[in-house]
């Protein structure tokens, strides 16, 4: 059923009668002002998600709460940069140019923390330099890497090591990332993780400060983070046991679940970690450990649910499938190119119309982009009114995680501009791209 649902949209975001407003500002202004397809975020939302996991953190592990970095993968540009900053909390960054962005907003690097699986040695000097909190180490290259242009530097470089804990989430297999057959980090079960604190801990340019695990993304339940903290944990007594001292630090990485389609419930960031915490205390009493400074990187969760996408229908086509039913393919003017989450994840969403009520029943529909692919579609099945017809605007929610932040341009298609909205305001924070930023590469 397509349907407002205030649960999937943003906080800010409501269906006035006969049109969708979001922070104060109707979707067809937003249109005639700025053109489709267009990414709207809602900034006090944006800003209360922040706020929530920080407090949330801080509430539950007190004076034992660690940082909230906000993963600038699932979206970043230097205007939410300010907003992370002005929330407080830390940035988790994984490239040369993500780490560029906070540059440029003179993020605080003292709250910044490095990660990714292959840092080329450029990344690694501008991290360094710029004075990063922490580096998360993912291999034993990137130990001997580190370590060397750390002291060509003169430094000695914060680093947590990144350990595959050998937990299975119970997520889409391309965004589960702890089990032991996959690129990131060090395995638990076959002692590289051991091995690479060993290494560590004979560079003296490193400075070990704790472990790091990330486990997936989108995951619903606490039993996931708690069992990676449970073996980290584990690891942290081994270390104690071997060196007499402790590691201050555990991060827990990202991943919590939000809301994508109606039934969905968005994780409350207060009782996912009052869980968590319970567990932490629990595992680290029984190891006789000082409970860790606990830090933890969502992404998804404080950007995906403030963010809709709002696009221009262009075509419609009935097609008859088997046993007499049909399916109603709607077109819109973007796609996997603005949104590759279902084309990669089948990934599911919920869309409304937008500008106007839906009239009469509701039947079969499809809706794809404009690309030159079948897979190109953003939902595979939706009951959409039937009145819907090309112009009409569509509204897909919750697009604010890792669509922006994917695009591509496919077909050459220029990425859509992102505008945010506040208090019935409305201002351009990336532009869209033009065919002549396009052609701009071109030699
Ligand atoms: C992707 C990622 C995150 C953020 O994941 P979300 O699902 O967006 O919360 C955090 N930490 C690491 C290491 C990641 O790779």
């Keep these: ?16 009668f006969d049109h969708l407003t979001i922070g104060g500002v109707s979707a067809t202004e937003l249109v005639a002002e700025f053109g489709t397809p267009l990414f709207v975020v809602d900034e006090a939302d944006f800003l209360a998600r922040a706020a929530a996991w920080k407090n949330a953190l801080e509430t539950a592990f007190g004076d034992r709460a660690g940082t909230v970095y906000y993963a ?18 830390g940035l988790d960054v ?7 962005v906070a540059q440029a907003v003179e993020f605080s690097p003292t709250r910044i923390e490095m990660h990714g699986n292959n840092k080329s040695e450029a990344e690694i000097t501008l991290a360094i330099e710029f004075g990063v909190n922490s580096i998360v180490v993912d291999s034993f ?32 297999e391309f965004i589960s990332t702890a089990h032991e057959d ?87 960031p207060h009782k996912v970690l009052k869980e968590l915490a319970a567990v932490v205390q629990d595992e680290c009493t029984t190891a006789k450990l000082a409970i860790p400074k606990i830090s933890i990187e969502p992404g998804r969760a404080i950007v995906g649910p403030t963010t809709t996408t709002l696009y221009t229908v262009g075509t419609t086509k009935e097609v008859e499938l088997d046993g007499g039913l049909t399916r109603r393919y709607i077109a819109v003017d973007g796609g996997m190119s603005d949104n590759i989450r279902p084309a990669l ?37 939706i009951q959409l009114s039937e009145s819907t017809q090309a112009g009409d605007l569509i509204a897909i929610p919750a697009t604010g995680a890792y669509g922006r932040s994917m695009a591509s341009n496919y077909n ?21 791209e033009s065919i002549a930023d396009l052609l701009a590469l071109e030699l």
């Design 1 to 16: 059923m397509s349907a407002f649902d205030p649960a999937v949209f943003s906080s800010n975001s409501s269906f006035d």
């Design 72 to 89: 600038a993968k699932a979206f970043i540009s230097k205007e939410i940069a300010r907003w992370v900053n002005r929330a407080g909390i």
């Design 94 to 100: 994984c490239t040369g140019g993500e780490l560029a």
């Design 141 to 172: 290259n990137e130990i001997e890497r580190v370590g060397r242009i750390a002291e060509q530097l003169g430094k000695r470089q914060r680093v947590l090591i990144r350990v595959t804990p050998g937990v299975e989430a119970h997520t889409h």
């Design 182 to 268: 996959v690129k990131f980090g060090f395995s638990l079960a076959s002692g590289a993780a051991w091995a690479a604190i060993l290494e560590i801990s004979q560079c003296a340019s490193l400075e070990l400060v704790g472990l790091h695990s990330h486990i997936g993304s989108q995951i619903f339940n606490s039993e996931g983070f708690a069992a990676a903290a449970r073996k980290l944990i584990g690891l942290l007594s081994r270390y104690r046991n071997y060196f007499s001292r402790e590691l201050p630090e555990l991060d827990l990485g990202g991943g919590y679940g939000i809301a994508y389609v109606p039934g969905e419930v968005t994780l409350d």
């Design 345 to 381: 994840y089948g990934a599911e969403y919920l869309a409304i119309i937008a500008n106007r009520l839906p009239l009469g029943p509701n039947c079969n529909s499809r809706i794809v982009g404009k690309h030159c692919e079948s897979g190109d579609i953003l939902i595979r099945e």
């Design 412 to 432: 050459h298609l220029p990425r859509p501009a992102v505008v945010a909205v506040i208090d019935g305001k409305a201002r351009l924070i990336v532009r869209r």
